[in-house]
Nanobody, 117 residues
Framework: QVQLQESGPGLVKPSQALALTCTVS??????????WRWIRQPPGKGLEWMGA???????YYNPSLKSRTSISWDTSKNQFSLQLSSVTPEDTGVYYC?????????WGKGTLVTVSS
């Protein structure tokens, strides 16, 4: 069974970049037809899909975040990463990595990121 674990700083200052890594265990990040996703949830709001990287390395982004978001992977470490630039307090929330085929089958536990000076 695939397991996901997010890691990264819990506090980021406004205008800086947020960088998170998701470590995958129990399966290869290049599993055919799998998509590796980043999803976030601001306080008191619903889930927001941020973007994804496919098993073939293709990337997909939420149009509303595309100009600030970059998703990459390191297949040698079985990890994929999120970078979100120029953060504001509105980027505060719980960030999840998730994976699956057409839908999401596996979730990380989530990591709280607070944007504050």
């Amino acid at each position: 069974q695939v397991q996901l674990q997010e890691s990264g700083p819990g506090l980021v200052k406004p205008s800086q970049a947020l960088a998170l890594t998701c470590t995958v265990s129990g399966g290869s990040i290049t599993i055919s037809h799998y998509v590796w996703r980043w999803i976030r949830q601001p306080p008191g709001k619903g889930l927001e899909w941020m973007g994804a990287i496919g098993y073939d390395g293709n990337t997909y982004y939420n149009p509303s975040l595309k100009s600030r978001t970059s998703i990459s992977w390191d297949t040698s470490k079985n990890q994929f990463s999120l970078q979100l630039s120029s953060v504001t307090p509105e980027d505060t929330g719980v960030y999840y990595c998730a994976s699956g085929g057409a839908g999401v089958d596996y979730w990380g536990k989530g990591t709280l990121v607070t944007v504050s000076s």
